[in-house]
Every structure is written in C-alpha cells, then in structure tokens.
C-alpha cells in the first residue's frame, strides 16, 4: 500500500496585485513598440502611394499621347484627296499595279512613325483590294468588325482594344481609317485602310519608361471586363504568363474599406500572383484601358521588421527580469505563511475520521472507508448487511481476512492502482455475500485530508446481480429485434450527428447497389446529387428540432442512375439530445417516371416533339420572370408556314406532317438550348429568347433563313416541298414590361405584314422589332 505520511504544500494566497501591475507593465510596453512600429509603417505607405499614383499618372499619359498620335496621323490621311484617289484609281482597276504601288509607299511614311505589322484595304462588303505585306495571315475579329461598321459609319477614324489569339496568344490592335472622297457636297468613305500593331513592340515599352527602382514594382495595363480586371500587357515580374490574366475586381479594395472596387485611386488586395499588393489605379483618358502601378506589400514592412523585433526582444528581456523579481518575492512570502498555516490543518485533520463515519451512516448502499494500508477504518450498516458481519468483525481488518483469495486480490489490485494515481475509480467484481456470491459494482475514490495527505479509500457498492439477469433477458430481445430489421424488404438506415450512415439494412443497400458495409461511415450527401442537398440540409434542420417528416429525395445508384425515394425520417434521440436520424427509404422510381412522361404528354406536341401551346405559355412566363428580375430582353418570334395548304393538296397530309417535323427541325437547332421553341397550332410556331439586341433578332432571323434555303436547295427535290415561313419578331425591353399574350399578338401583326409583301411581289423582308 501506499505510504501517506509524505504532506503537500498547503495552499497560499495568490499576490494579485503584484500581476496586475506586471501585466499593466507588459502591455503598456508592447503596446508603444506596436504603435512606433506602425507610425514608421503608415510614413512609409504614404511616400509610396504618392509614389504609385505619380507613376500610373505618366504612364497612363504616355498611352494617351500615343493614341492621340495614331489617331491624329489616321485623320490627316483619311482627309488627303490624294490617298482617296489612289484608292479610287485601285477600286476601279484603272492603274492599278501603280496605284497599288504608291499607296503602299504613302504607308511607309506611316510606318517609319508608328511601325505596324500589315495593313490592308478592304471595300465596304469585306473585299480586300490590298495587303502589305502579302504573306501576311489576316484575321477579322468581332470586335474589329464592329469597329470597321462603327468608323464607316461616323467617317473618323477608330482605335480598337488590344485581342489576344487564344490559340497563338499573338496580341494585336487594330486601327481602322476611312478613306473619304468627294461625293456632291460631302465626303462619304468608299474604303477602309485597317492597320494592325504590335503591343509588345508600341504599349509594353511606355510602361516600362521610366526603370523601376523596386524589385517587386511594376505597372500594368488593365481592361475592366464584368467582374474581372484583364491584363493585356505582358508583366514585368511574369514575362512569360499568358494573356489575358484576370484578376478579379472583388480581390481590391480601398484601404480600411471593405467596398469592392473598380474606379481610380489607391487600391490593395492580391494580383495575378496571389501577392498582396497596394497600387494606383489612373484611367487612360479616351480609352478603356486602365494602368495600375502596384508594389507587394511585404516590401514595405521588409526594413522595419529588423527593427521592430529588436525592440520586442529588449521589452521582453525587461519583461522578463519583472517577473524573476516578482517570483522570488513571493516565495519568501510563502515560506511565512505555511508555518502559519500547518497547525490548523492539524486539527482539521483529527477531525476527518468522524465526519465521513457521520456520511456513510446516513446513505442507503453499502458503504466503507479504509486507510491507505488496506485496513477498514469505518463501514455503513448496509455493508455489515450485505457481508452477514459485525462492525467489530470487520473494522481493523483487510479485504483479504473477510474473503476468499481469489475476491480479495482482485480488489486489493484495483486499490493499489487507484491509491498510485488518485481519482476516481468505477469497476464490476464479485463478492462473498452472507447468501454467497453477489455480483457488485464498485465506486471506489481517493480521498486526502485537509492537510494534503492522502487519506485512503471511500467506497459505494451497488449490488447488479438481479439486473444482469435483466440485460441476459434484453440481449435475446434485441437478437429478434436485428434478425426482424435485416429481413425487412424497406430500407432503414440510421444516421449520426455529422449526417454519416451507421447502420444501413442490406434492403437499402440492394436499392443503391451497394453493400452495407461500402455505405456506413460514409456521409448522406456522397449518395445524393448536387442538386438534392439542400432538400437534405432542410431535412437535417428539421430534425436537430425534435420534427419528423416525409419527403422525397434522388439517391444516386452504385451504376451512376438516379432514384427517388419516399422518405420517412425521424429524430434518433440519445438522453436529452438529438443523435442523428432513422429513415425508411421506399424506391418510388418507377412511379416518378409514369408521372414524367404523363406530364411530358401533356406539355409537349406529339408530331414535332416541341412544346405545345400549353408547355410553351407556362415555360414563357417563367422566363419573363426571370428576366424581370434579371433586367434582361427578351425577344419573340412568330413564325407562319407559308403554303402548307399547298403541301397538303399535292402531297397529302403525310407530306404535309413531314414539312412541319422538317421545320420543327430547323428551328431546334437554330436556337440555342436554353431559348423555348414551341408550336403553338397548325402551322403556327413561336420562339423565345433572353438577352436579344437587335442586331441579335436580325442574326438570328438570318440564320434560321440559311437553315431553310439550305434546305430547300440539297433536300427539296427529295421531300417533294419547299421550306419557307413569315416571321413577326417582338422584343420587350426591361422598363417596358409586357405578357406573353401580348407579345405574341405584337409578333402576330408584324408576321401578317410580311405575309402580305410577299404576297404582293416585295423582297419580304422581316419588318424591325417592335418594342
């Protein structure tokens, strides 16, 4: 047994004064080594943003005196009557070798100013009636042809953007220039001189003018496309990244601001490196193009780090002597006050042995408490009861002088342990009872005396015999239970606390096609789809409130296929707390499918396979909705089979059904997947399309055109019939909020109105939107 003679240290009054006053000391000290170090900070940052924002400033004016030079050139050669009749000369063929000829020698003059790489003439159909250099690969791009339409049209010349070839990564700008020449009072282009430049070779070296000073400095040339910035000029630091780099515009914000940003001024946040950066956005006047001079943070803070930490180590240096001085003035105040104090523990302790006798008398178990030797030093009537002895048999004597080996040195075991590591002590074990052997739980803890020493042991017995007599009866229970629930042709799974599969029955796994062992520990949401587990996180929800619901849910099988289940779940509740879920999973897929097809039957037409009447009015409002809250156009259009009367008198009604699933044809893949084509009756066909300009309506009309003259010419011999249809096209803009009915009637006039100028021997072209 174990020796308590040994005593601890009593305990001592804890100088709080003296910490407070210490901590006070420390914090104040760090705090002045805080604020110093961000005073020199804050200087630092500020000479670097005047530093940025002067950068950005010139090389944003650089960038603008260069376009301002192309487009001052561009206009002065647009304006020469000379370079007007030349082209002339060279569109009518008179001279031509000549005037091709000099035309290009007036663009070296150009060149030796601003060099570009090739330069062509076009017409105003596309026609290019000269190229220099001739081996040169020319490419139109969409947006060099919107630039080509927007200079015809305003006769002045036009800068583009720069383009990045996805394929070559070859950047390139184009300048366009209308030649103008004289027609009656006013000068109209007759051709447009496109020349192509090299930013690598015009832009990259103005912002690298003047050198950098800083080794993570640089300026970059930015575009603000939606939500990202694109860089179009390649990066000091990162030469050889590819183009374009984005930089999302959420990633800046203004200093102390958590607003995103995109306008000029001093920003911070990480660039394409993922380097936290504070730079200096400058707009490039009549452009889009943004520049932004930007330095890595860490290079701020690099010179003063040194010697912020040699301020910290000497305050932690002077921090560290307080609290040696502190220490050893408090242990000589302890040394005071245990001497003090050890003669009233004493007493206290002579004292200990008649109060727990006075504890364990009044409790209803059996109760002991016995010295650190193993000798029983008192015991409750209960525990003379159970054992049929006297307290004078028992007190003064060991386990081992009232039972038998065997019994006593099983607990004489548990009594050394718990004697050598103090606590608390729980354990199952026979004893010899006055009608023989119970069996008992024992609740053993290590008590001390008010003076520190260990004190021994203070037991509680709790006689169990009759109850695992119970839990044998409870065992053969739950084996009926389980043989019940593995049988069962339902699925039924239990979840825990994290959503993770603890038991699945083998009827549920079969459902998913796995085994119940590939399903526990795994969590609900690897079997469920994406698009299922918000109905899993609300079920979830519901049942961490105590609440049981039904639901159906999409299961993914083991083969990839997706099945749906009726769900019963309920809350598994372990004390007072929800523990996870039992669910009872019912395979309604089959079921799900006969609803699909009855309510595709009744949406869908039958011939064309497009959305009837029906599936195309409540597919339409769902989309007006969405584009009302989108702030989107929309456009409808409203076709009309021209002739089918005609196909049905010569060819019957079969040949006539076949024109409508030819037609229906076309219009699917004219349209994009995401537009609702439909077939409202009879020849009648209508289509819906977010996000339509005009210029769109009018490609879009024109396409599903070519579709039917391409029709008409390699498979019109074949069906017997020509393809050819009315359109009426609507648009509804975002402010001017209109149904579906009265779009269709709008696209309805409009139709008829085409209708009727074929009838009468006009082109038939589709009328404009109407709005």
């Given at each position: 047994?174990i020796?308590?003679?040994?005593?601890?240290?009593?305990?001592?009054r804890?100088?709080?004064?003296?910490?407070?006053?210490?901590?006070l000391?420390a914090?104040?000290?760090?705090t002045?080594?805080q604020v110093?170090?961000?005073?020199?900070?804050?200087?630092?940052?500020?000479?670097?943003?005047?530093?940025?924002a002067?950068?950005?400033?010139?090389?944003a004016?650089?960038?603008?005196?260069?376009?301002?030079?192309l487009?001052?050139?561009?206009d002065?050669?647009s304006?020469?009557?000379?370079?007007?009749?030349?082209?002339q000369?060279l569109?009518e063929?008179r001279?031509?070798?000549?005037?091709?000829?000099?035309i290009?020698?007036?663009?070296?003059?150009?060149?030796?100013?601003?060099?570009?790489?090739?330069a062509t003439?076009?017409?105003?159909?596309?026609?290019?009636?000269?190229?220099?250099?001739?081996?040169?690969?020319?490419?139109?791009?969409?947006?060099?042809?919107?630039?080509?339409?927007?200079?015809?049209?305003?006769?002045k010349?036009?800068?583009?953007?720069i383009?990045?070839?996805?394929?070559?990564?070859?950047?390139?700008?184009?300048?366009l220039?209308p030649?103008?020449?004289?027609?009656?009072?006013?000068?109209e282009p007759?051709?447009?001189?496109r020349?192509?430049?090299?930013?690598?070779?015009?832009?990259?070296?103005?912002?690298?003018?003047p050198?950098?000073?800083?080794?993570?400095?640089?300026?970059?040339?930015?575009?603000?496309?939606?939500?990202?910035f694109?860089?179009?000029?390649?990066?000091?630091l990162q030469?050889?990244?590819?183009?374009?780099?984005?930089?999302?515009?959420?990633?800046?914000r203004?200093?102390?601001s958590?607003?995103?940003?995109g306008?000029e001024?001093?920003v911070?946040?990480?660039?394409?490196?993922?380097?936290?950066?504070?730079?200096?956005?400058?707009?490039?006047?009549?452009s889009?193009?943004?520049?932004?001079?930007?330095?890595?943070?860490?290079?701020?803070?690099?010179?003063?780090?040194?010697?912020?930490?040699?301020?910290?180590?000497?305050?932690g240096?002077?921090?560290?002597?307080?609290?040696?001085l502190?220490?050893?003035?408090w242990?000589?105040?302890l040394?005071?006050?245990?001497?003090a104090?050890?003669?009233k523990?004493?007493?206290?302790?002579?004292?200990m042995?008649?109060?727990?006798?006075l504890?364990?008398?009044?409790?209803?178990n059996?109760?002991f408490?016995?010295?650190?030797q193993?000798?029983?030093?008192?015991?409750?009537?209960?525990?003379e009861?159970?054992?049929?002895l006297?307290?004078?048999?028992?007190?003064?004597k060991?386990?081992g002088?009232?039972?038998?080996d065997?019994?006593?040195?099983?607990h004489?075991e548990?009594?050394?342990?718990?004697l050598?590591?103090?606590?608390?002590?729980v354990?199952?074990?026979?004893l010899?009872a006055?009608?023989?052997?119970?069996?008992?739980?024992?609740?053993?803890?290590?008590?001390?005396?008010?003076?520190?020493?260990?004190g021994?042991?203070?037991?509680?017995?709790k006689?169990?015999?009759?109850?695992?007599?119970?839990?044998?009866?409870?065992?053969?229970?739950?084996?009926?239970?389980?043989?019940?629930?593995?049988?069962?042709?339902?699925?039924?799974?239990?979840?825990d606390?994290?959503?993770?599969?603890?038991?699945?029955?083998?009827?549920?796994?079969?459902?998913?096609?796995?085994?119940?062992?590939?399903?526990?520990?795994?969590?609900?949401?690897?079997?469920?789809?994406?698009d299922?587990?918000?109905?899993?996180?609300?079920?979830?929800?519901?049942?961490?409130?105590?609440?049981?619901?039904?639901?159906?849910?999409?299961?993914?099988?083991?083969?990839?296929s997706?099945?749906?289940f009726?769900?019963?779940?309920?809350?598994?509740?372990?004390?007072?707390?929800v523990?996870g879920?039992?669910?009872?999973?019912?395979d309604?897929?089959?079921?799900?499918?006969?609803?699909?097809?009855?309510?595709?039957?009744?949406?869908?037409?039958e011939?064309?396979?497009?959305?009837?009447?029906?599936?195309?009015?409540?597919?339409?409002?769902?989309?007006?909705?969405?584009?009302?809250?989108?702030?989107?156009?929309?456009?409808l259009?409203?076709?009309?089979?021209?002739?089918?009367k005609k196909?049905n008198?010569?060819?019957?009604h079969?040949?006539?059904?076949?024109?409508?699933?030819?037609?229906?044809f076309?219009?699917?893949?004219?349209?994009?997947?995401?537009?609702i084509?439909?077939?409202?009756?009879?020849?009648?066909?209508?289509v819906?399309a977010?996000?339509?300009?005009?210029?769109n309506?009018?490609?879009?009309t024109?396409?599903?055109q070519?579709?039917?003259?391409?029709?008409?010419?390699?498979?019109?011999?074949?069906a017997?019939?020509?393809?050819s249809?009315?359109?009426?096209?609507?648009?509804?803009?975002p402010?001017n909020?209109?149904t579906?009915?009265?779009?269709l009637?709008?696209?309805?006039?409009?139709?008829y109105?085409?209708?009727r100028?074929?009838?009468?021997?006009?082109?038939?072209?589709?009328p404009?939107?109407?709005?």
């Amino acid at each position: 047994m174990i020796d308590s003679g040994k005593r601890r240290a009593v305990s001592r009054r804890f100088p709080w004064q003296l910490i407070v006053v210490f901590i006070l000391l420390a914090a104040g000290l760090f705090t002045l080594s805080q604020v110093f170090y961000g005073i020199q900070v804050k200087h630092a940052r500020a000479y670097k943003e005047d530093a940025l924002a002067a950068r950005a400033d010139l090389n944003a004016l650089q960038i603008a005196n260069w376009r301002d030079g192309l487009l001052t050139l561009a206009d002065a050669y647009s304006g020469d009557p000379a370079h007007a009749a030349l082209a002339q000369d060279l569109i009518e063929g008179r001279n031509a070798g000549q005037a091709n000829q000099e035309i290009i020698d007036g663009l070296s003059g150009f060149q030796k100013n601003s060099p570009f790489e090739w330069a062509t003439l076009a017409l105003v159909r596309g026609k290019i009636v000269l190229k220099t250099p001739e081996s040169s690969e020319v490419r139109s791009t969409p947006d060099s042809i919107r630039l080509g339409h927007e200079v015809w049209r305003t006769k002045k010349a036009g800068l583009g953007t720069i383009s990045i070839d996805e394929a070559t990564g070859r950047r390139s700008i184009d300048l366009l220039i209308p030649v103008l020449a004289a027609k009656g009072q006013s000068l109209e282009p007759i051709a447009l001189l496109r020349l192509n430049f090299d930013p690598s070779k015009s832009l990259d070296p103005l912002l690298k003018t003047p050198p950098f000073q800083s080794p993570t400095s640089e300026a970059l040339l930015l575009e603000r496309v939606g939500d990202d910035f694109l860089a179009l000029a390649a990066p000091r630091l990162q030469e050889s990244a590819a183009l374009p780099l984005r930089i999302p515009v959420r990633d800046f914000r203004r200093p102390a601001s958590r607003d995103f940003l995109g306008e000029e001024g001093i920003v911070e946040g990480k660039d394409y490196r993922g380097a936290t950066v504070l730079g200096f956005i400058k707009a490039v006047p009549k452009s889009p193009w943004l520049v932004m001079a930007k330095i890595d943070l860490r290079e701020l803070t690099t010179a003063m780090t040194s010697r912020y930490r040699i301020m910290l180590g000497i305050t932690g240096a002077f921090v560290l002597l307080c609290g040696i001085l502190l220490c050893l003035f408090w242990l000589k105040t302890l040394a005071a006050q245990d001497a003090a104090e050890r003669a009233k523990w004493d007493q206290a302790n002579r004292h200990m042995d008649e109060f727990i006798q006075l504890v364990i008398d009044i409790m209803p178990n059996p109760a002991f408490f016995k010295d650190t030797q193993g000798f029983y030093r008192g015991t409750n009537s209960a525990f003379e009861k159970l054992l049929g002895l006297s307290k004078k048999d028992i007190f003064g004597k060991t386990i081992g002088d009232i039972a038998p080996d065997e019994i006593a040195k099983r607990h004489q075991e548990q009594d050394q342990a718990l004697l050598e590591k103090p606590g608390h002590q729980v354990y199952e074990a026979p004893l010899q009872a006055w009608d023989g052997e119970h069996h008992v739980i024992f609740i053993k803890t290590a008590y001390t005396r008010p003076d520190g020493t260990l004190g021994g042991i203070f037991g509680i017995l709790k006689d169990i015999t009759l109850r695992l007599r119970s839990e044998k009866e409870l065992e053969q229970l739950r084996t009926f239970s389980d043989s019940t629930v593995q049988t069962m042709t339902e699925g039924l799974v239990l979840t825990d606390t994290e959503a993770k599969f603890t038991f699945v029955n083998p009827a549920a796994a079969l459902m998913l096609g796995y085994t119940p062992a590939e399903m526990i520990d795994r969590e609900v949401l690897s079997f469920v789809p994406k698009d299922q587990h918000a109905i899993v996180r609300r079920a979830d929800e519901k049942r961490s409130q105590g609440i049981s619901d039904r639901y159906e849910l999409v299961f993914l099988h083991k083969d990839g296929s997706r099945r749906t289940f009726l769900v019963s779940a309920g809350p598994r509740v372990q004390g007072t707390q929800v523990g996870g879920t039992m669910a009872v999973l019912t395979d309604i897929s089959e079921r799900k499918r006969l609803e699909e097809e009855i309510s595709a039957l009744s949406l869908l037409d039958e011939l064309t396979t497009l959305y009837n009447r029906r599936g195309f009015m409540t597919l339409a409002e769902q989309q007006l909705k969405t584009a009302n809250r989108l702030k989107k156009r929309v456009a409808l259009l409203y076709l009309d089979m021209d002739d089918l009367k005609k196909i049905n008198d010569t060819g019957g009604h079969r040949m006539g059904d076949r024109a409508l699933v030819e037609i229906a044809f076309i219009l699917k893949n004219s349209f994009r997947e995401s537009d609702i084509v439909g077939r409202l009756g009879g020849d009648e066909f209508s289509v819906l399309a977010m996000e339509a300009t005009d210029m769109n309506v009018n490609i879009l009309t024109a396409r599903l055109q070519e579709k039917l003259d391409l029709f008409n010419s390699r498979s019109s011999a074949e069906a017997g019939f020509s393809l050819s249809a009315s359109v009426g096209v609507c648009t509804r803009e975002p402010e001017n909020p209109a149904t579906v009915e009265e779009m269709l009637s709008r696209a309805d006039l409009l139709m008829y109105e085409q209708k009727r100028s074929k009838k009468s021997g006009g082109p038939g072209k589709p009328p404009g939107p109407s709005k």
